[in-house]
């Protein structure tokens, strides 16, 4: 028998109880939930762990999410990123779609079924791209 390894999410959220809601919905899913309060020590982990999909707020201390969402995926560019927000300079969210560090922005609050289809598309699509690059790189 074949026994799938359970996607691996962060959750980059400095409120508490946002970032343990959101990782209890996951987890009820299966997926493996990290919750990071602190983008520094977010960084860290990244440099330490690969991550299917991370989950970043946009106001946070020290950093805001796009200001993490760049770094992370520079350390982790086939990672899909979400960016969540209530409060949000919608330019900032476009430059970061633009660019490619984010792949969606949800706003707060969420529908919880949406959002658990949105993380579900995007680890399918962050699978998709690691299976062709690995190909790439074996041909």
Same mark, same amino acid.
């Given at each position: 028998?074949?026994?799938?390894?359970?996607?691996?999410?962060?959750?980059?959220?400095?409120?508490?109880?946002?970032?343990?809601?959101?990782?209890?919905?996951?987890? $009820?899913?299966?997926?493996?939930?990290?919750?990071?309060?602190?983008?520094?020590? &977010? %960084?860290?982990?990244? !440099?330490?762990?690969? @991550?299917?999909?991370?989950?970043?707020?946009?106001?946070?201390?020290?950093?805001?999410?796009?200001?993490?969402?760049?770094?992370?995926?520079?350390?982790?560019?086939?990672?899909?990123? $979400?960016?969540?927000?209530?409060?949000?300079?919608?330019?900032?969210?476009?430059? &970061? %779609?633009?660019?490619? !560090?984010?792949?969606? @922005?949800?706003?707060?609050?969420?529908?919880?079924?949406?959002?658990?289809?949105?993380?579900?598309?995007?680890?399918?699509?962050?699978?998709?791209?690691?299976?062709?690059?690995?190909?790439?790189?074996?041909?």
């Amino acid at each position: 028998m074949i026994h799938s390894t359970p996607k691996s999410i962060l959750i980059v959220e400095d409120d508490a109880l946002v970032a343990s809601s959101l990782a209890r919905m996951l987890r $009820l899913k299966l997926y493996d939930v990290s919750i990071c309060p602190d983008p520094n020590a &977010a %960084l860290a982990l990244c !440099s330490r762990r690969i @991550f299917d999909l991370i989950i970043t707020d946009q106001m946070m201390p020290i950093m805001n999410g796009t200001e993490f969402a760049a770094l992370a995926k520079a350390m982790q560019p086939n990672v899909h990123m $979400l960016l969540i927000s209530g409060y949000i300079d919608t330019d900032k969210a476009d430059k &970061a %779609l633009e660019n490619g !560090s984010i792949q969606k @922005f949800i706003p707060k609050p969420w529908n919880n079924e949406d959002i658990l289809n949105i993380v579900e598309k995007e680890i399918q699509l962050s699978k998709i791209s690691q299976a062709q690059i690995t190909w790439a790189n074996e041909n």
